[in-house]
């Protein structure tokens, strides 16, 4: 499978406990970026990377909220003290160079209890 | 600040009945428009990218047409399996995010 890898695919959290989630984009692809969704809603960015370097930040994006991309490949998603207001659906993604078209994984459904 | 209004927010219709639906946008000096279908669940797929107004492109039952202001998703006899949730998104000047509509949720009824 090529396409963009995301796990785990379903989380469940105490409130206040940390979580991450992991992302393997497409192998070729030198971006990613991370979304957040909630129910009837369309995805919200949170934060882009280009090879390692993280260049662009939602200022929505609170300080809970950390991203890692080391050496360019896998990205991490860590949440800190989580809050019910987390829960959502959390979508990576990935893309080529210029402005074409992100590939988009299968997401992982965060439940704040 | 790029905004995406997708309209209707829902649309049912029969097999066979051909619709559009429409994605108005306001961006910073326009990098792309794309278009994604997301079925329930899972992460949105996909589907076209245009740059400039005038800009058409196909697949299947779907075409997808941008003016300066507004893209349109045309599905030409829909089948009940074209039911999902359609989603645009704008891409401009100001970054590199993809900004997104709330969505247009489709059903087909046999």
């Known amino acids: 499978d090529t396409g963009v890898s995301q796990d785990p695919r379903h989380k469940i959290t105490k409130r206040g406990q940390n979580v991450t989630f992991r992302c393997d984009p497409i192998s070729e692809h030198n971006r990613l970026y991370w979304y957040r969704q909630t129910l009837g809603q369309g995805p919200e960015f949170l934060t882009y990377?280009?090879?390692?370097?993280?260049?662009?930040k939602s200022r929505l994006l609170s300080d809970r909220f950390s991203a890692e991309r080391p050496k360019g490949s896998f990205s991490t998603l860590e949440i800190q003290r989580t809050e019910q207001g987390d829960s959502a659906m959390y979508l990576c993604?990935?893309?080529?160079?210029?402005?074409?078209?992100?590939?988009f994984g299968q997401g992982t459904r965060l439940t704040v209890v | 600040e790029d905004q995406v209004t997708q309209s209707p927010e829902a649309l049912r219709l029969q097999e066979g009945e051909s619709s559009s639906l429409n994605c108005s946008y306001t961006v910073s000096g326009l990098r792309g428009l794309f278009w994604y279908r997301q079925d329930p669940g899972k992460g949105p797929e996909f589907l076209f990218t245009?740059?400039?107004a005038g800009e058409e492109k196909e697949k299947e039952r779907l075409k997808a047409t941008l003016t300066k202001k507004e893209s349109f998703l045309h599905i030409t006899a829909p089948k009940p399996e074209d039911s999902a949730t359609y989603l645009c998104a704008v891409q401009g000047n100001s970054g590199y995010a993809l900004n997104f509509g709330k969505g247009t949720s489709l059903l087909v009824t046999p």
């Open positions: 990377f280009q090879n390692e370097a993280q260049l662009e």
């Open positions: 245009l740059y400039s």
């Open positions: 993604a990935s893309s080529f160079s210029g402005f074409t078209e992100a590939f």
